[in-house]
Nanobody
């Protein structure tokens, strides 16, 4: 399984970015892709997750409203739209994947801060600054 995240960069407060994650190596759609971030000197935070087989999405409660996850199954891509960015959103953003788990357990764990997924891509840096 391989993951490739992209789309980070420097953006002004209030701006937007779209991060992309390309996942490959699974032989079926029964897997989940999630986004996690880590700011300098802070613990990892779960952001959002999506089941690739049914498109069900999950969000950490603190991340709802400004961030939107979506998928493109045809190309095994998952996107994270970041809007209304604040300096506190500055972090390295990682995509991660694993089998979906029963009743969405993989995604539920991620948005609750329990990072059980086995596969991680290199992160992409998002810097929010004027």
């Amino acid at each position: 399984v391989q993951l490739q995240a992209s789309g980070g960069g420097l953006v002004q407060p209030g701006g937007s970015l779209r991060l992309s994650c390309s996942a490959s190596g699974f032989t079926s759609d029964y897997y989940a892709v999630g986004w996690v971030r880590q700011a300098p000197g802070k613990e990892r935070e779960g952001i959002s997750c999506i089941n690739m087989n049914d498109g069900k999405t999950y969000y950490a409660s603190s991340m709802k409203g400004r961030f939107t996850i979506s998928r493109d199954n045809a190309k095994n891509n998952v996107f994270l739209q970041l809007s209304g960015l604040k300096p506190d959103d500055t972090a390295v953003y990682y995509c991660t994947t694993d089998r979906a788990g029963v009743y969405g357990s993989t995604c539920l764990n991620l948005v609750r801060g329990h990072f059980t997924m086995d596969y991680w891509g290199k992160g992409t840096l998002v810097t929010v600054s004027s």
